[in-house]
């Protein structure tokens, strides 16, 4: 591959636009490239390209003509979300032809450092952490990749006086060569994505890409509870830092005799943790080592530590009222999503569920509800997890229309000292068109039913 100096004039055909590839396009133009995009949407009602090729960058939609490869571009930059058996795909492997995604080209044209977050699950929280963390340090952070704006858009912004703390996918980092962020952090490996990557084993190959290119001089924070992280790791040159929830680790962040700890060093109590559940905690522990490393104050980490609310509708945290505490996570769009959020209280919960109906079952819930007092269910599986609730035991149930209707319904049950959960375990789709507006219709509910604004403690 070849650095943001060599990209004058070079060949570049872009696969597939969306955000990705527009803002790979809007880069490499900058960079002097002679741009080519294409893109499977009809130019007529192509926004994108046609805002591209009033820059002058050549367009071409409406179909994937095998010409495109045929021209001989000396790389293809290609949408992750685009497998690689696509025809374009195979015919640039065939003709030796270099693949990547936009995040590798995003680094060559980096003037700053990069911090690489990837893992299976706790991406977006973690990279939002970092990202608080490093807020007043020496360097300026940005916030990049799955999270917000695109790798390629941040960089343009960026200086020597910045950090770009980037979010990952495996879909990403399969299409980077020469990528090395100072400092990378590896959060866990489960089970995702086979469908795309063919196998566990290529899946996890994507993810080692993170750390593959780091040197003695570089980072790698890594979860030492996870076996197939410790394993992976293990060759890696880098400067290693552990993370556990569950050993004493005098050099790494862990959780010991009721304190976040880093480096042997106490930073806030577990009490005093903002974030409800294990895996939070963990999430907590590998930012404040990545953000340490990365220059971050001491006291800025402890206090974000303290007050971080969480990502908006990703077990976010809404406000107190009347010793009620609610929680948006309608980010949990299946059971299992569901159960990892029950499984972050101790306290009893009201849980409010419900949404599409794919025609799944719910029992995944019914041994996760021996907390749950009370379960509000609405919308087409209402009927479904009302089911599971009574097999579960749950002593209140009820069942309604809306999400509005069921907020009301679950503070009329709540009891003080009770958690009111909204984690639907199904998609949004019967009647919001994404995740987000359904947990910003429940959080204005809770609003709407209490008289008080989101973030109060009262």
């Known amino acids: 591959m070849f650095s943001k100096n060599d990209w004058k004039n070079r060949r570049v055909l872009i696969l597939g636009l969306a955000r990705s590839g527009t803002e790979a396009a809007y880069l490499l133009h900058q960079l002097g490239a002679d741009v080519t995009v294409n893109d499977s949407l009809a130019f007529d009602e192509n926004e994108l390209a046609q805002e591209l090729q009033s820059l002058g960058i050549r367009t071409v939609c409406g179909s994937h003509p095998p010409e495109l490869i045929e021209e001989k571009p000396e790389v293809l930059v290609k949408n992750p979300g685009i497998r690689y058996d696509h025809e374009l795909v195979q015919k640039a492997v065939e003709a030796g032809i270099p693949i990547i995604t936009e995040v590798e080209a995003a680094y060559d044209a980096a003037p700053c450092d990069m911090i690489g977050i990837t893992g299976s699950n706790g991406k977006t929280t973690t990279t939002t952490y970092i990202h608080e963390m490093l807020k007043g340090s020496s360097r300026q952070p940005l916030l990049a990749g799955n999270i917000g704006e695109t790798a390629s858009k941040v960089v343009r912004q960026a200086s020597s006086d910045h950090v770009m703390v980037t979010e990952l996918s495996s879909f990403q980092l399969m299409g980077t060569v020469n990528f090395r962020p100072n400092v990378a952090v590896l959060l866990n490996i489960a089970d995702a994505h086979l469908d795309y990557h063919g196998s566990k084993e290529a899946y996890i190959e994507a993810k080692a890409m993170l750390f593959r290119n780091q040197t003695e001089s570089d980072t790698l924070v890594y979860n030492a509870d996870d076996p197939i992280v410790c394993s992976m790791v293990e060759s890696a040159p880098s400067i290693k830092i552990p993370f556990s ?119 995944g819930l019914i041994p996760e509800m021996s907390n749950v007092h009370g379960l509000i269910s609405y919308g087409e599986t209402a009927g479904k997890l009302l089911e599971a609730g009574e097999s579960a035991g749950v002593p209140e149930r009820h069942q309604t229309e809306t999400l509005e209707k069921a907020v009301e319904l679950a503070i009329d049950v709540s009891r003080e000292g009770d958690v009111i959960l909204l984690s639907p375990a199904c998609a949004s789709w019967d009647q919001f068109s994404t995740f987000e507006e359904r947990g910003r219709t429940f959080i204005h509910a809770v609003e709407q039913a209490t008289g008080k604004k989101a973030g109060n403690h009262t």
Request: glycine fraction near 10%; proline fraction near 3%; charge should be neutral.
């Open 245 to 363: 929830t569950k050993k004493k680790l005098a050099d790494g962040a862990c959780l010991f005799d009721g304190w976040l700890c880093l480096h042997g060093e106490k930073l806030v109590r577990e009490t005093d943790f903002s974030l409800p559940g294990s895996y939070n905690i963990a999430n907590g522990l590998a930012a404040a080592a990545a953000a340490a490393a990365a220059g971050a104050e001491l006291e800025q980490i402890k206090s974000v530590l303290r007050q971080f609310g969480g990502v908006e509708h990703r077990l976010q945290h809404v406000m107190v009222w009347k010793e009620r505490t609610f929680f948006n996570n309608s980010k949990a769009t299946n059971v299992p999503a569901a159960v990892t959020s029950l499984q972050a209280f101790t306290q009893p919960v009201i849980l409010i569920a419900g949404g599409l109906d794919r025609g799944l079952s719910f029992d």
